[in-house]
């Protein structure tokens, strides 16, 4: 069972459980984002909204030997207080409720921000420091599930999302942005100076570790990364020559972000043991 599915992650996941032979049940509140992916036909789809305290969790898990939880309402706004006011609380209900319910395997998605201000390669060993409500809710939830795992033991994968682009991402992302200018014949491109190095990973690339990673009987904390720091400029120029486009940059007309370290990036090593040869399917 996969939540979130007509979201931005969930749809590429969705796609990669069923390239792997799964029999997916989709969640998502509304039928006609589901209705408008190209698997549509081939799962069963349940319109429900997870946050519902009076929704039938029991009979929305039945006969799901494993959840992919990936809904978050609320995003990209990082520092809204309803992460924690209202997405932490009810995120941790659902899941509770369907482990009560007998699923025995959850992967939550996580975050690179529940690191908070480290720089440099982040490994799963490091103290997370998160500074965003964002970043805050989901470090709690995780700590919270771990000590559900305690009294109701299941496997749980919690895995730390980097930067991922592609199909379907936030029309308000960097990529985004700049493939709409593209489109509409500007020739000049608005952004921070692009000097912050991140961690990119193409959509497709992340759906399918994420789908590896269910497969494998592994419990535990995996970043969900290429462990390749790119700078944004480098990133822009990259998507611009392979669109075939040159586009004058207009480096500093954004400030930083302060809600990050300048230079940070995943480090893969774990995900690379887990994953073997599959990490490079």
């Known amino acids: 069972m996969v939540t979130g599915a007509s979201g931005f992650v969930g749809s590429h996941v969705v796609d990669a459980l069923l390239a792997r032979g799964c029999e997916v049940r989709a969640v998502a509140r509304r039928l006609a984002p589901a209705q408008a992916q190209g698997w549509f036909e081939r799962v069963e789809f349940v319109a429900a909204d997870i946050h519902d305290p009076q929704l039938d969790v029991g009979a929305l898990c039945d006969g799901a030997d494993a959840l992919v939880h990936l809904a978050w309402p609320g995003l990209p706004n990082y520092r809204g207080l309803f992460h924690l006011e209202h997405n932490l ?21 996580g975050t690179c921000l529940e690191y908070g201000q480290h720089s440099g390669a982040l490994s799963e060993t490091l103290s997370c420091q998160p500074d965003t409500p964002y970043g805050l809710a989901k470090h709690s939830l995780h700590l919270f599930l771990e000590t559900l795992r305690e009294q ?10 980097f930067y991922l682009h592609g199909r379907g991402q936030n029309p308000s992302s960097l990529l985004a942005a700049l493939d709409r200018a593209i489109d509409s014949g500007q020739t000049r491109f608005d952004m921070s100076g692009g000097e912050q ?3 990119f990973l193409p959509i497709e690339r992340a759906a399918g570790y994420l789908a590896n ?11 969900c990364c290429s462990g390749q ?46 994953l073997g040869a599959e990490h490079e399917a």
Request: net charge positive; charged share 20%; glycine share 6%.
């Open 213 to 223: 990673l269910l497969q494998h009987d592994f419990s535990g904390t995996v970043n």
């Open 152 to 161: 109701m033991p299941f496997a749980l994968q919690w895995v730390r999302l």
């Open 89 to 109: 609380m009810a995120d941790y209900a659902f899941i509770k409720r369907a482990v009560e319910a007998g699923v025995a395997r959850v992967q939550v998605s």
């Open 229 to 274: 720091p790119v700078s944004v400029r480098r990133l822009v120029e990259a998507h611009c020559a392979a669109r075939g486009v040159e586009m004058a940059l207009n480096l500093g007309h954004y400030p930083y972000p302060t809600y990050e370290p300048m230079a940070f990036w995943g480090d893969a090593s774990r995900l690379q043991a887990l």
């Open 197 to 199: 190095l991140r961690d």
